[in-house]
């Protein structure tokens, strides 16, 4: 009797229930796809990052050794230096 009655209810719910089942695989399979894709974008970012930290390292470094040529001829140009008595 229940059948009689409510046979097309329960045919569009279990087709209802199917439709949510693809949908929540579908929306699993997008997390994962934007999980990974987040992942692989935060190691590129903090490869950048390690790269831009490596250079400006050796950017100082070039500052710093060029500076001290400077002050060495700068010294030397000046000649030498009177003691005080």
């Known amino acids: 009797m229940r059948r ?19 949908l929540a695989a579908y929306e699993a399979r997008q997390a994962e ?19 831009v930290g490596v250079g400006a390292a050796v950017l100082i470094v070039l500052l710093l ?4 040529d400077v002050a060495r001829a700068a010294l030397e140009q000046r000649g030498p230096r009177s003691e005080p008595r």
């Open 33 to 51: 796809r934007t999980r990974r894709a987040f992942g692989d974008q935060r190691r590129d970012a903090r490869r950048q990052l390690v790269a």
């Open 65 to 68: 050794v060029t500076a001290q």
């Open 4 to 22: 009689i009655f409510l046979g097309p209810e329960i045919e569009h719910l279990e087709r209802m229930a199917s439709a949510a089942a693809q």
